[in-house]
């Protein structure tokens, strides 16, 4: 249980272009959403958070105009890269926090396997 | 803010235990958990532990918790070369209830 996916697995695009990531909770629902970056070698680093049905809270120093979120459901969260420049080429994770019953205690988040974006 | 820190890399022979540790600063977190990466994959819940537990056995895996000193360790029994990957400590942030990660240490298991 607790399967969270994201689509597409990688994704090269050029430059002014807009890549949208879509992460989905298989077999649960998933209240909360988050979205991570990751460089290579380093740890995570949320972007944002976001609720089924509300607008998502965004972290310090992350433009809510570039990297657009949408929950509009449950099961499904997505990420718009907009205008992406290379800059923007990164290792992007969503995770999913469930209701209890989802396998671990309440505030567990499980984790897709993340999207490959290369700007080119 | 949290502060969690790891140390860097982990080199072990096959068949050895594997410690690994992680410090933080915010005692404030209901659950402390581990996760596993491996190269250009997303993180695999390993285990949990509960902040009012000392210590959580399963299977390979031995989480040990100090609050006193705000120490976490994750003990890996009889390391396999499959074990080999970045694995994250993390915290659930509190009032906030995100997940403040480590750094990760790198876990390079020598057959």
């Known amino acids: 249980g607790a399967v969270v996916s994201q689509h597409p697995s990688w994704v090269i695009c050029k430059s002014g272009t807009s890549v949208k990531i879509e992460c989905r909770s298989l077999?649960?629902?998933?209240?909360?959403m988050f979205w991570y970056r990751q460089f290579p070698k380093q740890s995570l680093m949320l972007m944002a958070t976001?609720?089924?049905?509300?607008?998502?809270?965004?972290e310090q120093g992350v433009e809510k105009d570039k990297f657009l979120i949408n929950h509009a459901s449950l099961t499904l969260s997505t990420l718009t890269v907009t205008s992406a420049h290379p800059e923007d080429s990164s290792f992007y994770i969503c995770?999913?926090?469930?209701?209890?019953?989802?396998?671990?205690?309440?505030?567990?988040?499980?984790f897709g396997p993340g999207t490959r974006l290369t700007v080119l | 803010g949290e502060d969690v820190e790891q140390s860097l890399f982990l080199s072990v022979r096959e068949g050895d235990s594997s410690v690994i540790n992680c410090t933080y600063t915010?005692?404030?977190?209901?659950?402390l958990y581990w996760y596993k990466q491996e190269p250009g994959a997303g993180l695999q819940l390993l285990t949990y532990?509960?902040?009012?537990?000392d210590m959580k056995q399963d299977q390979r895996l031995t989480v040990l918790l100090n609050k006193k000193d705000k120490h976490l360790s994750l003990r890996i029994a009889d390391t396999q070369t499959g074990d080999s990957a970045i694995y994250f400590c993390?915290?659930?942030?509190?009032?906030?209830?995100?997940?403040?990660f480590g750094t990760g240490t790198l876990l390079a298991v020598q057959p």
């Open positions: 995770s999913a926090r469930g209701k209890m019953g989802a396998g671990g205690p309440a505030d567990t988040q499980y």
């Open positions: 077999d649960f629902q998933a209240t909360t």
């Open positions: 976001s609720n089924e049905g509300s607008k998502a809270t965004y």
């Open positions: 915010d005692s404030s977190s209901t659950y």
């Open positions: 532990i509960f902040s009012n537990m």
């Open positions: 993390a915290g659930s942030g509190g009032a906030t209830n995100k997940l403040i």
